[in-house]
């Protein structure tokens, strides 16, 4: 993988969705998995690369290819996820046993390796997974965005009240996806 100074973080696209309130995060995540599947298309042209960042569901023995082979065969919105963001051959992955993508993974190291400044943080949901994601990655000092359109929780609020303390706390630039790169991360004050 080539060194890039930024970097897309898909966080937990890949889900089982079998958890109690699956049923109303699903239209939300599906909206959110559309909107990042064209912002991915749209950094891989300016060679930004894709790094999915996902739970390993208690499953120490699996890697990424059987958890998106576990999604598919559920169907529903596990699979609706599953094929509207699937990840490219060139796209790494890692499993996390944790809500952030940096607790117990080798993300950290793949970052640095790649010289990796900024991250595009993408994923559900805003209020967990992703909020405790861009946590992590600003007191690393990376700079963020997080595009508001790119990411998902049981409901708009929970989405709204996650953005507005990313951006308070972990300086996060929040503008949508059809934002440019360098224009989000002006908006960004990390």
């Known amino acids: 993988m080539a060194r890039s100074s930024t970097v897309?973080?898909?966080i937990d696209f890949m889900n089982f969705m079998?958890?109690?309130?699956?049923r109303r995060l699903a239209p939300h995540a599906l909206r959110a998995a559309t909107r990042t599947r064209m912002l991915k298309h749209r950094l891989h042209r300016s060679g930004v690369p894709a790094i999915y960042a996902n739970d390993n569901f208690g499953?120490?023995?699996s890697d990424f290819s059987a958890i998106i082979e576990t999604c598919v065969s559920?169907?529903?919105?596990?699979?609706?996820l599953a094929e509207i963001i699937a990840p490219a051959p060139e796209d790494r992955s890692v499993l996390k046993p944790r809500h952030s993508a940096f607790f117990g993974t080798p993300l950290e190291f793949l970052l640095d390796d790649l010289g990796t400044k900024r991250l595009v943080i993408t994923g559900i949901a805003t209020d967990s997974c992703v909020?405790?994601?861009?946590?992590?990655?600003?007191?690393?000092?990376?700079?963020?965005w997080v595009p508001s359109d790119c990411v998902a929780a049981e409901s708009p609020q929970f989405s709204r009240a996650a953005l507005a303390?990313?951006?308070?706390?972990?300086?996060?630039?929040?503008?949508?996806?059809?934002t440019p790169v360098n224009v989000a991360f002006k908006a960004s004050a990390n």
């Open 8 to 10: 897309l973080l898909l």
């Open 18 to 22: 079998d958890f109690d309130s699956a």
């Open 59 to 61: 499953r120490w023995e």
């Open 131 to 144: 909020m405790l994601t861009a946590s992590d990655a600003f007191v690393r000092g990376y700079r963020l």
């Open 74 to 80: 559920r169907g529903g919105a596990s699979r609706k």
């Open 165 to 178: 303390h990313m951006a308070r706390v972990s300086k996060a630039s929040i503008a949508p996806s059809s």
